[in-house]
């Protein structure tokens, strides 16, 4: 296309116009088709999000007969309710599996792949809110809560009405997700070049970790993150190997356990580098 002899601007046009229109149909359409087929399933109520409800009286029965009442599905598949203060509506285990106490909520979330809570405390119950959405917070759930407990809510609301229902979907996130997208796009590609252009530092820290002590020259280490989820970091070795095997201890700068590069390396100026290599490494594998 690029040899092609052009005649004139309309030409350009043309191509143009024909790009233009190959785009939109191989992308938009088997798009809209999909996103069709699926609101159809959900309708159907072939597809939904497992969902519970946090309160155990009126204002959870209410939720759950509007959106058990109508005919097409809004995408809420009801596993159960858990309560507060374990005083149940005998009326409200008729429609929905009693799952316990909200002591055990984390447990029973993992357990039934819960996606979706919706909180439906009554007003004595509203001094418990903040405690059950930081404990909620941990689970990697969607929240959302009736409105009469705007006031008393902290974070960032977004309000939806589903089949009739005015609900608030409770976020403690402070970015949107394209800015985390690109939040860690910049990240990945500033710790890319950061541990290329000081590839040969390391390479000259794995040789002096590997002549100053037998093992291996990195060692690895679990740390918590986002949702309490567990992840692998790898850091230089700065101590003999196996240093922990009688379980970790509190080091200083006469441990015998420090090798004498390891000495070098917990300088101030190189455990820093270090340190940010470490924070490098672990970012290129997410």
Request: charged share 25%; aromatic share 12%.
């Given at each position: 296309?690029?040899?092609?002899?052009?005649?004139?601007?309309?030409?350009y046009?043309?191509?143009?116009?024909?790009?233009?229109?190959?785009?939109f149909?191989?992308?938009?359409?088997?798009?809209?088709?999909?996103?069709?087929?699926?609101?159809?399933?959900?309708?159907?109520?072939?597809?939904?999000?497992?969902?519970?409800?946090?309160?155990s009286?009126?204002?959870?029965?209410?939720?759950?007969?509007?959106?058990?009442?109508?005919?097409?599905?809004?995408?809420?598949?009801?596993?159960?309710?858990?309560?507060?203060?374990?005083?149940?509506?005998?009326?409200?285990?008729r429609?929905?599996?009693?799952?316990?106490?909200?002591?055990?909520?984390?447990?029973?979330?993992?357990?039934?792949?819960?996606?979706?809570?919706?909180?439906?405390?009554?007003?004595?119950?509203?001094?418990?809110?903040?405690?059950?959405?930081?404990q909620?917070?941990?689970?990697?759930?969607?929240?959302?809560?009736?409105?009469?407990?705007?006031?008393?809510?902290?974070?960032r609301t977004?309000?939806?009405?589903?089949?009739?229902?005015p609900?608030?979907?409770?976020?403690?996130?402070?970015?949107?997700?394209?800015e985390?997208?690109?939040?860690?796009?910049?990240?990945?590609?500033?710790?890319?070049?950061?541990?290329?252009?000081f590839?040969?530092?390391?390479?000259f820290?794995a040789?002096?970790?590997?002549?100053?002590?037998?093992?291996?020259v990195?060692?690895?280490?679990?740390?918590?993150?986002?949702h309490?989820?567990?992840?692998s970091?790898?850091?230089?070795?700065?101590?003999?190997?196996?240093?922990?095997?009688?379980?970790p201890?509190?080091?200083?700068?006469?441990?015998?356990?420090?090798?004498?590069?390891?000495?070098?390396?917990?300088?101030?100026?190189?455990?820093?580098?270090?340190?940010?290599?470490?924070?490098?490494?672990?970012?290129c594998?997410?």
């Amino acid at each position: 296309m690029l040899d092609d002899i052009i005649s004139s601007y309309k030409d350009y046009y043309y191509s143009f116009a024909n790009l233009l229109l190959l785009h939109f149909t191989l992308t938009y359409v088997p798009r809209n088709i999909l996103t069709t087929r699926t609101i159809r399933q959900i309708r159907n109520g072939k597809i939904g999000f497992n969902t519970i409800l946090v309160g155990s009286n009126g204002k959870a029965l209410k939720i759950l007969r509007s959106f058990t009442g109508h005919k097409r599905s809004a995408g809420y598949k009801f596993i159960g309710f858990v309560s507060i203060y374990e005083k149940v509506s005998l009326e409200l285990e008729r429609f929905c599996t009693n799952m316990g106490s909200f002591k055990n909520i984390e447990k029973t979330i993992a357990e039934n792949n819960i996606e979706e809570v919706i909180i439906a405390i009554e007003s004595n119950e509203h001094k418990e809110l903040e405690k059950i959405i930081t404990q909620l917070q941990r689970c990697n759930v969607n929240i959302k809560t009736i409105p009469d407990l705007f006031e008393i809510l902290i974070g960032r609301t977004e309000l939806s009405l589903i089949e009739g229902i005015p609900l608030l979907h409770i976020t403690t996130e402070l970015m949107p997700v394209w800015e985390k997208n690109f939040k860690l796009l910049f990240d990945k590609t500033v710790a890319i070049l950061f541990l290329t252009v000081f590839s040969p530092l390391y390479l000259f820290t794995a040789i002096g970790v590997k002549l100053s002590s037998k093992g291996p020259v990195f060692y690895k280490q679990k740390r918590v993150g986002l949702h309490g989820k567990e992840f692998s970091i790898y850091k230089f070795r700065s101590m003999i190997n196996d240093a922990e095997k009688n379980g970790p201890e509190l080091s200083s700068s006469t441990d015998p356990r420090i090798t004498r590069f390891g000495n070098f390396m917990r300088k101030p100026g190189w455990m820093k580098f270090l340190n940010f290599t470490m924070f490098s490494e672990a970012i290129c594998r997410l």
